[in-house]
């Protein structure tokens, strides 16, 4: 197995201990006959790949555009031929630019040529269903819900930019869907094991790879076969095509893992069209190079929505540094009227680790559904207890439970000191404890324990979720501290103690409650306070979708994964049906009509969301944005918050951002306003005030696109110690009356600096409620002598 977790996000931090004991069978017998070698003619020591950006394209002539690019790298290098061997990308469709192999002195040098903007080096990125879109409430039964209206997103297009897709899968099968939409203007490519005859068809309708920029990063030629890879758009780690299918995948039914969450597998718009870009090789290593040719690449051909989980370490990049090429092509996709939805990281629970957090982009945080796989676990008392798991072995019988007692307070048995060479663990049941240990340690234990001839782990930790982190056919049951108290408490009561595991069981309903997930990013926004992030929650927790068996060995082409990686692909799915739907709408409506609808309270039981991580507390827009998303709302949400492209041009003035700075994001020459120009007035479905010193004015437009004879008041919850104040507190609107602003005046009580207080702002006409958070915090200036 490849360690490369060093470079991994989201959902490969929870790597499924089967990795351990399964060889990766299907893969290798793929390959075993095919040394697929890949030449790398760079020289590492003197050159590397840079991205030389010229920004808006001076005409539409793409073929002239790529000529001029290959006359300006040949002008330095001096011919043709080593302009042609040097280049690897022209990027051609939403901007001008190209990426080539060059030397430091050479990148220099073309920096100071005319029409170059920016020239920076190539960097490496790391990658960040059957019962979710029940969950949400698109049930395929339902004649009035968005998956009915939307023609369960027929017409709409998604893109993926992830580790491409495995294409035998029964999730991008075409059955029953029509010819491809006529916008589309992109192909499948072939490659490695990749017929686009063969495997292309009215479902996945594009399939591209970009490798190049990859190549430049890595000394020597590249060879397929030993790295377990296809040089093509097949996925060889299978987190593309999970993705992808739980975004848009075809009905499947009868599915389940091993058992396990039982039901029909489909995708949130199963009529809509995939289009994979395949960027991550090695298990995820992406290069900038190449996410950005995707993005240019993904512009050009007509997608609609674009899903991205794919992000970079802290701490971020300004909105107009080249160096986050994510910002870069964004923008320019939403320019193009692409809606981009991101994953916001992994990192949480900690404060203010939220990843991708332009306002252009839809940012999404990881939450849970109704479903727990609960596991019995019974003493020799007959007390029973549940732990959870993905245990689909035998009952155990009552069987020896144990825990090795120390003297030494500092000694307790932590899961992180079981070693496999421990004695003591043969033939029983093993009771540990950890605070501070991460999933790798707990599957590490888990390992030792059968190695040294044991029959299980009970795991004690702080929090328990992610249950896809710890599938194995041996047996391990993650506890809380209070049941694994109370089994330490019989251990140590009993003469003899007992204990006795039965399989997991599946569990939906209201038996368990919305949380959202402890490992989800939190804000506030780093980069931009006054930017709220995450803007949206979707199922991230044990998502079961479409995989590559060659990754596991199993006979199950479908798996559980967990990460905001798993959830930005719900929210890409019903931006497709809400395109599908509402085909005029911009990206910002898209993420306003999500914003203002979703829930923030649990979807069933009506109680409320909770966040987790060292504490469990009540869930904040920090946690989660406007809340969970709630797509029949979504579809009909009353009032919009749109912005349009020179809004975020003016949010950039107001951020402070050079005049040059700005062009190069843009791609062309902006003029920022002559007025005052307030980072709070860019028109979010959100208020964030992160240094309020006494009062602020911040002003918001709604577009209705409901009923054209409206009339809308507003209700506010304020914020602990804030006064909030709206003008008008009442808008009414016609058919030739569709937009109306109002401003919201915002007044601290408090004497200190504070914290973060949360509150809400909504307009409601009695059957819409357009519910955007309010966050300030109070912040006096310090005096230091």
Same mark, same amino acid.
């Given at each position: ?97 190209f990426a080539a192999k060059m030397t430091e002195s050479q990148a220099q040098y073309i920096a100071g040529l005319p029409g170059v903007i920016k020239v920076l080096p190539n960097q490496l990125y790391k990658l960040h269903t059957t019962r979710s879109w029940e969950y949400l409430g698109l049930s395929s039964s339902s004649t009035t819900n968005l998956l009915h ?74 060879n397929a076969t030993e790295n377990n890879e296809f040089i093509s758009p097949r996925d060889s780690d299978g987190h593309g095509t999970h993705c992808a299918s739980t975004a848009a995948g075809a009905f499947v039914s009868n599915i389940s893992f091993n058992g396990l969450a039982p039901g029909v597998a489909r995708g949130g718009a199963p009529r809509a069209r ?279 060995? @199993? !006979?199950?082409?479908?798996? /559980? &994964?967990? %990460?905001?990686?798993?959830?930005? $692909?719900?929210? =890409?799915?019903?931006?497709? *049906? ?37 504490? @469990? !507390?009540?869930?904040?827009? /920090? &946690?989660? %944005?406007?809340?969970?998303?709630? $797509?029949?709302? =979504?579809?009909?949400?009353? *009032? ?146």
């Amino acid at each position: 197995m490849r360690e490369i977790q060093s470079i991994n996000k989201c959902n490969f931090l929870f790597r499924p201990f089967v990795r351990v004991l399964v060889p990766t069978v299907l893969l290798l017998h793929l390959t075993q006959n095919n040394n697929y070698v890949v030449a790398n003619h760079q020289d590492p020591d003197t050159t590397k790949a840079y991205i030389v950006y010229m920004g808006e394209r001076k005409h539409s002539d793409i073929v002239l555009i790529t000529k001029s690019h290959h006359e300006m790298l040949a002008s330095v290098l001096g011919s043709k031929e080593a302009a042609a061997d040097s280049m690897i990308y022209s990027y051609r469709h939403g901007f001008s630019a190209f990426a080539a192999k060059m030397t430091e002195s050479q990148a220099q040098y073309i920096a100071g040529l005319p029409g170059v903007i920016k020239v920076l080096p190539n960097q490496l990125y790391k990658l960040h269903t059957t019962r979710s879109w029940e969950y949400l409430g698109l049930s395929s039964s339902s004649t009035t819900n968005l998956l009915h209206d939307s023609n369960q997103g027929d017409g709409a297009i998604i893109g993926v930019i992830d580790t491409g897709v495995w294409p035998e899968s029964e999730s991008l099968s075409d059955k029953g869907i029509g010819p491809i939409p006529s916008k589309w203007k992109g192909f499948c490519q072939s490659g490695h094991f990749f017929d686009p005859k063969k495997h292309c068809n009215k479902k996945l309708i594009g399939a591209r790879y970009f490798i190049d920029g990859f190549l430049a990063s890595i000394q020597g030629p590249f060879n397929a076969t030993e790295n377990n890879e296809f040089i093509s758009p097949r996925d060889s780690d299978g987190h593309g095509t999970h993705c992808a299918s739980t975004a848009a995948g075809a009905f499947v039914s009868n599915i389940s893992f091993n058992g396990l969450a039982p039901g029909v597998a489909r995708g949130g718009a199963p009529r809509a069209r995939l289009a994979a870009y395949k960027v991550g090789w090695l298990g995820g290593v992406t290069s900038s190079v190449d996410i950005l040719k995707a993005f240019d690449e993904a512009i050009h051909d007509g997608v609609d929505v674009l899903s991205v989980s794919i992000g970079i370490d802290l701490p971020l990049y300004p909105e107009v540094d080249k160096r986050d090429v994510i910002y870069y092509g964004s923008f320019h996709a939403a320019a193009n009227g692409i809606t981009v939805v991101c994953s916001g990281g992994n990192s949480g629970p900690l404060y203010g680790t939220i990843e991708d957090v332009a306002p252009w982009i839809i940012t999404v945080a990881a939450s849970s559904m109704d479903r727990s796989f609960p596991t019995p676990i019974i003493l020799g008392n007959n007390q029973v207890l549940a732990g959870q798991a993905m245990y689909d072995g035998e009952d155990t019988g009552f069987v020896d439970l144990f825990y090795k007692e120390s003297e030494d307070t500092e000694g307790q048995l932590y899961c992180e000191s079981i070693a496999a060479n421990d004695t003591w663990i043969a033939g029983k049941l093993v009771l540990c404890f950890t605070t501070e240990g991460s999933e790798d340690d707990i599957l590490q234990a888990q390992v030792n324990v059968y190695k040294a001839g044991g029959l299980g782990l009970i795991a004690t930790k702080k929090t328990v979720q992610a249950m896809s982190t710890y599938y194995s056919p041996f047996p391990i049951i993650l506890v809380t501290f209070d049941v694994g108290t109370q089994i330490l408490n019989y251990f140590r009561s009993a003469r003899d103690p007992k204990i006795r595991l039965k399989p997991t069981k599946t569990y939906t309903g209201i038996q368990a409650s919305t949380y959202v997930a402890s490992f989800s990013s939190r804000g506030p926004n780093s980069l931009s306070p006054s930017v709220l992030k995450p803007d949206i929650a979707a199922p991230g927790v044990d998502i079961l979708a479409a995989y590559f068996p060659g990754k596991l060995g @199993l !006979k199950t082409m479908y798996k /559980f &994964d967990s %990460g905001t990686s798993m959830a930005t $692909p719900h929210i =890409a799915g019903i931006a497709a *049906l809400l395109k599908s739907l509402h085909p005029n709408w911009s990206p910002a409506s898209i993420k306003s009509a999500l914003v203002t609808t979703a829930w923030t309270t649990d979807p069933y039981s009506g109680e409320p969301i909770f966040a987790r991580g060292e504490i @469990l !507390k009540l869930a904040d827009p /920090f &946690d989660y %944005g406007g809340g969970v998303v709630n $797509p029949n709302k =979504a579809k009909n949400p009353g *009032l919009i918050y749109d912005i349009e492209t020179q809004n975020y041009i003016n949010y950039l003035c107001a951020m402070g951002y050079n005049q040059t700075s700005i062009n190069q994001l843009t791609g062309k020459r902006n003029s920022c306003p002559k007025s005052n120009n307030s980072v709070l007035d860019l028109n979010l479905p959100s208020i964030t005030v992160p240094n309020l010193k006494g009062t602020v004015t911040v002003t918001r437009t709604v577009t209705n696109v409901g009923d054209p004879n409206s009339k809308y008041e507003v209700v506010v919850s304020p914020p602990l110690g804030i006064v909030v104040k709206v003008n008008p507190m009442r808008l009414v609107f016609n058919p030739t009356v569709k937009k109306l602003s109002f401003s919201v005046t915002i007044t601290t009580l408090h004497k200190i600096t504070t914290e973060y207080y949360f509150g809400s702002l909504t307009w409601t006409d009695k059957v819409h409620q357009v519910k955007i958070p309010i966050t300030v915090k109070t912040e006096f200036p310090q005096v230091f002598a």
